[in-house]
């Protein structure tokens, strides 16, 4: 999975910031505007539900439970798809901004798909399917989107995304075919009852939480410009690299041995929590270090003036970055201490500190104003979050 994650990541960026390059900052905005509606879509389709399959007991019910959010997943996306287009009946919206809703819609069907198949493989612990498939996508992706440059020059992109995905989802299919089968509407019932806490705490959690990273590109495109987007999209894709792999590396692993220790040896635990911690913001600190000296030096000589700001909004989500870093790799101690109202909470603060740093910066002229709040309060809510649950961790050794 690791193996996987690193190569499908190193093709990823390689291909971003050349198809950047080529594309330029206002068709790169455009698909960030794509991948931010599509990311929360995704959460709507499948209610967080997928989780269910992994954590199930039984192959049996597992099954059940994939093969009843295909179709609660495609329903969803259905509904959206028509609430949007009564939506723009009654409001004037451009063909355009209809164009990127719908196409935005069409891709969270084949990603829930895509996440809803990864989650029974990992049930069953087959990993070489979905380590392929990140490999896979992340070809196919680079390759169609530089191929229909030529031919669809702004919709390039998205179009190569969309077709993308589209193969990895046939690919999924074929790899699980003999795992689909004829929906219990009983079982799944009784599924979905047992772990009401997913659908009562970790959907709106999550949502709020998507809502809140995914609403700054939209926003930014909607009072600035699609160029500030782009480039505001880009400079977060680049800062996160390293969060990605080390979050895709560790966070599964810690919530299985979390979950144990809370038991078994709570002594542990906080030492465990503390050593993760200071070894995810020692690497994020020295690759923020070398991605705004030498890094950014070598992005400038590479992009055009239209990616002007680049440098100054690296630089100030640097510390946002650097501050998410050090609580999502362990963001699964939330569900393992039962604290899921503490999550929700800071959801809803988050999404509120963006709402807010959009509105001063459209209010004052001024995007760097936005990025600044943004990036300051993100990062003390980051930290405040972090201080609470090592506070509870060391009172729960204690008290051991």
């Given at each position: 999975m690791f193996k996987?994650?690193?190569?499908?990541?190193?093709?990823?960026?390689?291909?971003?910031?050349?198809?950047?390059?080529?594309?330029?900052?206002?068709?790169?905005?455009?698909?960030?505007?794509?991948?931010?509606?599509?990311?929360?879509?995704?959460?709507?389709?499948?209610?967080?539900?997928?989780?269910?399959?992994?954590?199930?007991?039984?192959?049996?019910?597992?099954?059940?439970?994939?093969?009843?959010?295909?179709?609660?997943?495609?329903?969803?996306?259905?509904?959206?798809?028509?609430?949007?287009?009564?939506?723009?009946?009654?409001?004037?919206?451009?063909?355009?901004?209809?164009?990127?809703?719908?196409?935005?819609?069409?891709?969270?069907?084949?990603?829930?798909?895509?996440?809803?198949?990864?989650?029974?493989?990992?049930?069953?612990?087959?990993?070489?399917?979905?380590?392929?498939?990140?490999?896979?996508?992340?070809?196919?992706?680079?390759?169609?989107?530089?191929?229909?440059?030529?031919?669809?020059?702004?919709?390039?992109?998205i179009f190569g995304n969309i077709i993308s995905i589209f193969l990895i989802a046939i690919y999924y299919f074929i790899k699980n075919n003999k795992s689909l089968n004829k929906i219990n509407l009983l079982q799944l019932k009784k599924s979905i009852h047992k772990n009401n806490t997913i659908i009562k705490y970790i959907f709106p959690s999550t949502l709020i939480n998507s809502l809140a990273i995914n609403l700054v590109p939209i926003l930014i495109a909607t009072f600035f410009s699609l160029k500030d987007a782009g480039v505001y999209f880009l400079s977060i894709k680049i800062l996160a690299i390293p969060l990605f792999l080390i979050s895709s590396s560790t966070s599964q692993v810690y919530y299985q041995k979390s979950s144990e220790m809370l038991y078994h040896s709570r002594e542990k635990l906080f030492f465990l929590t503390k050593k993760i911690v200071s070894s995810n913001l020692l690497i994020m600190l020295i690759f923020i270090i070398l991605i705004n000296t030498i890094g950014i030096y070598f992005l400038e000589l590479f992009f055009d003036k239209s990616w002007d700001n680049l440098r100054l909004y690296t630089f100030i989500l640097s510390f946002l970055i650097l501050a998410r870093s050090s609580f999502n790799p362990i963001s699964n101690i939330i569900i393992v201490l039962n604290k899921n109202h503490i999550g929700l909470l800071f959801n809803i603060y988050l999404l509120a500190v963006n709402i807010i740093a959009i509105y001063l910066g459209y209010k004052s002229d001024s995007l760097k104003n936005t990025i600044i709040i943004l990036s300051i309060f993100g990062s003390l809510g980051y930290i405040v979050l972090l201080t609470f649950f090592m506070q509870k961790l060391k009172k729960l050794e204690h008290d051991n």
């Open positions: 996987g994650t690193v190569i499908a990541q190193i093709i990823a960026v390689i291909g971003s910031i050349f198809l950047a390059k080529i594309y330029g900052s206002e068709a790169y905005g455009i698909f960030g505007l794509y991948i931010s509606i599509s990311s929360v879509l995704i959460i709507l389709n499948t209610f967080q539900l997928d989780n269910l399959i992994v954590t199930v007991k039984t192959e049996y019910e597992s099954k059940n439970l994939m093969n009843s959010l295909f179709l609660i997943s495609f329903l969803t996306a259905s509904v959206t798809i028509v609430i949007y287009y009564l939506l723009s009946l009654v409001f004037v919206l451009s063909f355009f901004k209809i164009n990127i809703i719908l196409f935005s819609s069409f891709a969270s069907i084949l990603l829930s798909f895509n996440k809803i198949h990864e989650s029974f493989f990992t049930f069953s612990k087959k990993f070489i399917p979905i380590s392929n498939a990140k490999i896979f996508i992340a070809i196919l992706n680079i390759s169609f989107q530089l191929v229909l440059f030529y031919e669809f020059k702004l919709m390039g992109l």
